[in-house]
């Protein structure tokens, strides 16, 4: 039986498997558009689980780190559209599934409950990871934008990859006072 060969998404090359099934990730290009759309929805999630880390915080440090943190994801997003615009096409988002993972993980660290340090402690780490995720795929899509020659679409994509290594290392400094406090409270 004849495999059914649907229309190729936005006007990249048409390549099929030999199953007949569309194959979109056969260019650097369409590997860094997937990138953008992976980072768009993976931002939006991340904007609204921040609050309620914030929220669940005892620190008052951390409880503003991750809020201040949740403004800039907002403008993340809003660059992540600016990059859309300079490649032409209109802002897309496609399920970024590891977000969801991650934000699942901060809401059941959340659900498990604690009090002090050492609560505060896990929620840095819920946060942390978050962070990681974002610094490698903000660093690999400047890396493809500048391999295909996107100077501008680079540069936008390396401010925000510079606010979340600064967001990793504040709340990592602030992780290590915590676990100090965690200890000695024991
Ligand atoms: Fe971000
Ligand atoms: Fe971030």
């Given at each position: 039986m004849l495999a059914t060969r649907k229309e190729p998404r936005e006007s990249e090359p048409c390549v099929f498997?030999?199953?007949?099934?569309?194959?979109?990730?056969?260019?650097?290009?369409?590997?860094?558009?997937?990138?953008l759309k992976d980072l768009l929805s993976a931002e939006k999630?991340?904007?609204?689980?921040?609050?309620?880390l914030s929220e669940a915080a005892a620190n008052r440090e951390l409880a503003s780190a991750l809020l201040e943190h949740r403004d800039?994801?907002?403008?993340?997003?809003?660059?992540?559209?600016?990059?859309?615009?300079?490649?032409?096409k209109s802002p897309r988002s496609e399920k970024c599934e590891?977000?969801?993972?991650?934000?699942?993980?901060?809401?059941?660290?959340?659900?498990?409950?604690?009090?002090?340090p050492s609560f505060d402690v896990?929620?840095?780490?819920?946060?942390?990871?978050?962070?990681?995720?974002?610094?490698?795929?903000?660093?690999?899509a400047c890396e493809y934008a500048k391999n295909l020659g996107h100077q501008e679409l680079e540069n936008v994509l390396r401010e925000t990859l510079q606010e979340e290594q600064v967001t990793d290392s504040k709340l990592h400094k602030l992780g290590e006072r915590l676990v100090m406090e965690a200890k000695r409270s024991a």
């Open positions: 498997s030999k199953k007949g099934k569309i194959m979109s990730l056969t260019t650097l290009e369409s590997v860094l558009n997937h990138a999630q991340f904007r609204d689980a921040l609050p309620k800039e994801t907002v403008h993340h997003i809003e660059r992540l559209e600016r990059c859309f615009e300079l490649l032409g590891a977000a969801e993972g991650l934000v699942e993980e901060g809401k059941s660290i959340i659900e498990e409950g604690g009090e002090g896990a929620i840095v780490g819920a946060a942390r990871k978050v962070e990681h995720y974002e610094i490698v795929s903000y660093a690999d």
